[in-house]
């Protein structure tokens, strides 16, 4: 039987101001009544912002595969006679999109006709990383057409399980070099918005040797390499996609400081010898059992008082709420594996693991990522 919660004394109140907003007569009142007239209409604004937010995502997506915000930053603005050719759209097409970009502040009207960025579409010139994330999110709006589906474990596997195929596999180390390609690649694509924040916040120059677990295709162990010219990097990931970082350090003319090592760390020992490991958007992709086994592992790998950097969006953050529970609650149940967390969860883990002295480093773009620092503790696991 499943117990009932007791009732606290906000109960009463908090029913009657449900029943109050729920109210149509309250609303066509709050909506004429000066002095509540403007919270009605912002309330009636996000309401629709929320049932119209995947047409805006497409609109974004459609300016994102045009490059317009690349072609506007590197010729300035323009006008929709001059837009139409160069995108490849009828003039009426044109017009349609670009005032759509305008209204969403992706574009902005110029004078004498023309439209350049405008403060939401700037940003996205010439960014690669972002631009990736906006195409690849037409996987998972695949995925989430039924979300009904998704919830009760009706949809089977969708298209973003297919795209991260370690979610699902039994034996993710076996996985040929054809199927971790697609993922990989736009993990190197999307590495820079992490690594930056990384970076910035954690002095690495304090270190011997990096491991970067989960590290992909050594994009981030490139980025560290060369912010800390003495450290020594090496990357543990699965076979086919380790073989890719060793490539791209032989072409980054890093190879003498940096190697790559494959292995699944779920179920192989982690080399030893770093006196600091990274996970940087590892540990949102595991459930609370295999996060567990990782940090354990990760704590045998490191020496005492060694240290762990963990750096992925937390489910907390103060300004970016939507961004944990909505939007990678959803993302990780179409991808097939992990979950959200917030600090404290991710404290509780590590505690277990046998890390402490955990600190919370400030990031300047905590929307894309927090960094989590912890020391492993003297009596190893």
Known sequence: MTPVAAPHWSDAPLAWRDQLLGSARFRRWAEAFLPTRWIARRR?????????????????????????????????ALTLDALAPRLQLPLAATERLVLAAVSLRLLEA???????????????????????????????????????????????????????????AAAPGELPAGQVAAYSALMAASQPLVAEQVLQAYPLQRHRCLLDVGGGDGAFACAAARHAPALQVQVFDLPGVAARAALRFEQAGLASRCSAQGGDFLRDELPAGADLVSLLRVVHDHDDERVLRLLQAVRRALPAHGRLLIAEPLADTPGAQAMGHAYFGFYLLAMGRGQPRSEARLRELLAQAGFDRVRRLATHQPLQASVLVAEAGVCPM
């Open 110 to 168: 110029r004078p004498h006709g023309r439209f350049g960025l405008g403060p939401l579409g700037a940003p996205l010139a010439g960014n690669a990383a972002l631009a990736a994330m906006v195409e690849h999110h037409r996987v998972l709006y695949a995925d989430l057409a039924d979300p009904l589906a998704l919830l009760r474990g009706d949809a089977g596997a969708g298209r973003l399980a297919g795209f991260w195929p370690y979610a699902g």
């Open 44 to 76: 009636a604004a996000q309401v629709f912002d929320l049932v119209a937010g995947f047409v805006y995502s497409q609109v974004l997506l459609a300016c994102v595969q045009l490059r317009l915000f690349d072609l506007l930053l590197a010729q300035g």
